[in-house]
């Protein structure tokens, strides 16, 4: 597991689990390059406990973004991403491509494109691991960002919506080659609704790694803009990250 990129439906807590899952790992040994590239929500730094956002790769209103000569190059390490694009809190770093800050400012191709490019060139060595939180839905797979990921996971919560969707990309990943699928269930109040959820995934072929149960200390903390800290929940995702790093590659 090198490149890990984290989906799902709008509102299933896709940045939750990508917080947790890249702060997990720090944890554990890894230096994480979490990568923004949702252009939407603005709050990923916060959950981290930055007190602002690196500068982003795209910024419209200065041009120019992502021509550095670093970028240019074929393979790219970790340590050649220019500095003023990182904020960093020991072996975690948090990269941002973008976000849609005014009116007629456009489609976000662009930074989709970006990231693409971006995570394709990434050389990472032993102990490096890229986290990317996605934006909601699919289009990410439109744009072809997971043909350079290797672990596909898709955050569940218990609605119809969001297994329809998590079926969707296991469809997706699959016309590309991608079988690394794994379903992240979240926001689960009970055993039963776990068992509910893990059966429906299964009557659609869509292996679930772990669950995350509902944690009322995380919805208080992600309405105050705080960071996350220790919860129930950082615990859950701390035993999906252990059976991810068993898994064969």
Known sequence: MKKVCVCGKGGSGKSVVSALLARVLAEEGYTVLAVDSDESNPGLYLMFG?????????????????IMREFEQERLALEDIP????????GLKLLTVGKITEALQGCACTMGAIVKDLLGKLALKDKEIVVVDTEAGVEHFGRGLEKNIDTVLVVVEPSFESIALAERVKDL???IGQNQVWAVLNKIA???MEESVREKLGKRYIKTIGSVHHDPLISEVCFQG???????????????????LAKPE
């Open 83 to 90: 500095s003023e694009y990182l904020v960093e809190d020991g």
């Open 50 to 66: 930055f007190d602002s956002a690196p500068m982003p790769l795209v910024d419209v209103r200065r041009g120019g973004a992502y």
């Open 173 to 175: 990943a699959s016309a």
């Open 190 to 192: 009970s055993d039963g």
């Open 226 to 244: 705080k960071a996350l800290g220790e919860s129930q929940a950082k615990e859950d995702v701390r035993r999906i990250v252990r059976l991810l």
